[in-house]
């Protein structure tokens, strides 16, 4: 549930700290006081998209923080955790937002940075918010198949078959596609086809045009390279070579080495250097010994080069990509085979439709079982609503296969007894949809999972003893339920638990509101108020005290 909620230079509230109780709480306040900025920030909080317009006046950022008890809903507990962000053993959670005067904002949930996502994710399994004008939506088809999928608890069942659907339409849309143009396909098959044949014809592998160059390279080199390295061998192992004038010197110094420690030194370094000239040596008589002078084999080599340069040109790549192209090439002729295989397409058709129709059947049977329930629970609590007699039904009406299933799901409503059911945007008035939609929100709350329950001024377009009767049902579904609700009725108002009153006020150049925590006293002024406007007699406060009373009995 929700414990508690702190606002900050948001909107006109300087700061505002909330205490929440169990319960059903009412939020009453006049005209423009601001009632609806709490289920603005609670919206925010929850992950909607924030607006500058929504720093207060002159100040660098708004702040709105909300503390959840969570130790009723282990999974979002668990999820959580799972996460790093709830410690072991802790049962509250803290969710703040800070929204800058450019309209950015930061998330923290715990402390810790979180996405706007993960505020909707854990959002939705903390606060249901039942707006003002849900009744209006009633009329949409969408909105009634996406309200009842919910009470049946086939959410995720009708994205899959969502999903189902459009691969189905994908099968469906390849294999006409294969069909109008099997002849354009064909053609560009046989080009492909060509064009591969003729690739393949070389034998290419890969990195065949590196290794070939560099044998060219030591090929037309040969006879040079077996020069150079003959005379650089004579040069150091000759009669008068290198080697022979080294082994004079060390002679020479030999001889002295002991009375001149220099001269040992210098026959030190000279012994290198006979080391590293027997290197040099050795890798001349290496070079000499594998370089061959073949005229054949260089013509050969040269006519290959030629051909992949060729074909290199003809492709307009360089060579060593000829490999790859033909690699490419192989690719889109499976590619285009795949795509003219109309039995494999056809056979994909088919099992994707049978996927879809598997999928959609099981939605149906979910939303039968769900639909007489929630019809029945409807009709019984329409009654309690000066709706006497009227009958609430969700029709099933079997369809063409779409992507919401193989039914149009259609409320209809039978507005007194007897009367056959007729769709509800043709028959109901504006109070009776009003009604209707309440009725459907009281019940559907009554199996929601989430704690917290929240209803804008959903009573708009009723009043008298019907007002009366709304207030009592949501005063018993807070029984199970922490339950605010932001009304204008004096009726529904003296049925809370706890009363709120929304107020505002002139501070220097700029409008604050506020929020009171009404006592008995005040709460027979503030309902006196809705009663009789802005002149307030003994007898409406004595009508005020009367519902407060009748109300708790």
């Not at 939020?27 to 500058?52: N, P, Q, R, V």
């Not at 409503?413 to 769709?423: F, L």
């Not at 029984?479 to 605010?484: A, S």
């Amino acid at each position: 549930m929700l414990l508690a909620l702190s606002l900050r230079d948001f909107v006109i509230v300087d700061h505002l700290n909330l205490d929440f109780q169990n319960g059903f709480t009412v939020l009453t306040g006049e005209t423009g006081a601001g009632k609806s900025i709490t289920l603005d920030a609670i919206g925010l909080l929850l992950g909607d998209k924030a607006d500058y317009s929504q720093v207060r006046n002159g100040a660098k950022e708004a702040q709105l923080s909300a503390l959840f008890d969570i130790g009723g809903l282990p999974q979002l507990q668990a999820q959580l955790r799972e996460q790093g962000l709830l410690e072991d053993g802790a049962e509250e959670l803290n969710i703040r937002r800070i929204i800058d005067a450019k309209g950015k904002s930061r998330s923290y949930l715990n402390n810790q940075a979180a996405t706007l996502a993960q505020l909707k994710t854990v959002g939705e399994q903390l606060i249901d918010i039942h707006g003002q004008n849900a009744h209006h939506s009633l009329n949409q088809e969408s909105a009634q198949r996406e309200l009842l999928d919910a009470f049946a608890g086939a959410a995720a069942q009708a994205e899959s078959v969502k999903q189902l659907y459009q691969n189905w339409i994908s099968a469906k849309k390849s294999l006409q596609e294969a069909q109008t143009q099997s002849e354009n396909i064909a053609i560009e098959r046989e080009r492909l086809q060509w064009q591969f044949d003729e690739l393949n014809r070389l034998e290419l592998k890969a990195g065949e045009w590196g290794a070939l160059s560099q044998s060219h390279d030591s090929l037309a080199h040969s006879a040079e390279l077996l020069q150079t390295a003959e005379q650089v061998g004579e040069q150091i192992d000759g009669d008068n070579g290198l080697q022979r004038q080294i082994y004079l010197c060390q002679k020479l110094l030999g001889n002295l080495q002991n009375i001149e420690p220099r001269f040992a030194d210098s026959l030190n370094m000279l012994a290198s250097i006979e080391a590293e000239l027997g290197e040099i040596s050795a890798n001349m008589r290496d070079v000499a010994g594998r370089t061959d002078i073949d005229p054949d084999e260089l013509i050969k080599q040269e006519q290959r080069m030629s051909e992949l340069m060729s074909m290199a040109r003809k492709y307009r790549i360089e060579p060593e990509e000829l490999p790859h192209k033909l690699t490419e090439l192989d690719e889109q002729l499976q590619s285009l085979h795949a795509a003219t295989d109309l039995e494999a397409l056809e056979q994909a058709v088919a099992h994707n439709l049978a996927e879809y129709q598997e999928a959609a059947h099981v939605l149906s049977a979910m939303r039968h079982q769900a639909a007489g329930k929630l019809s029945a629970e409807t009709t019984d609590h329409m009654q309690h609503l000066a709706m006497k007699g009227a009958r609430f039904d969700i029709v099933l009406l079997p369809s063409s296969p779409t992507a919401y299933g193989l039914e149009q799901v259609q409320f209809q409503v039978a507005a007194n007894k007897g009367s056959p059911s007729r769709p509800l945007n043709k028959v109901a008035s504006g109070g009776e949809l009003a009604r209707i939609s309440l009725s459907i929100q009281v019940v559907t709350s009554q199996y929601t999972q989430v704690p917290t329950l929240i209803f804008d001024e959903v009573d708009t377009g009723i009043g008298g003893g019907v007002a009366e009767m709304v207030g009592k049902a949501l005063r018993a579904l807070g029984k199970k339920h922490q339950v605010l609700a932001v009304t204008h009725l004096p009726q529904v108002a003296s049925c809370g638990e706890n009363h709120w009153q929304v107020h505002k006020h002139n501070e220097g150049e700029q409008t604050v509101s506020e929020i009171s925590v009404l006592d008995t006293h005040q709460r027979v002024e503030e309902i006196a108020r809705m009663l009789g406007g802005e002149i307030i007699t003994d007898t409406t406060r004595n009508h005020a005290a009367e519902l407060l009373a009748m109300a708790a009995a």
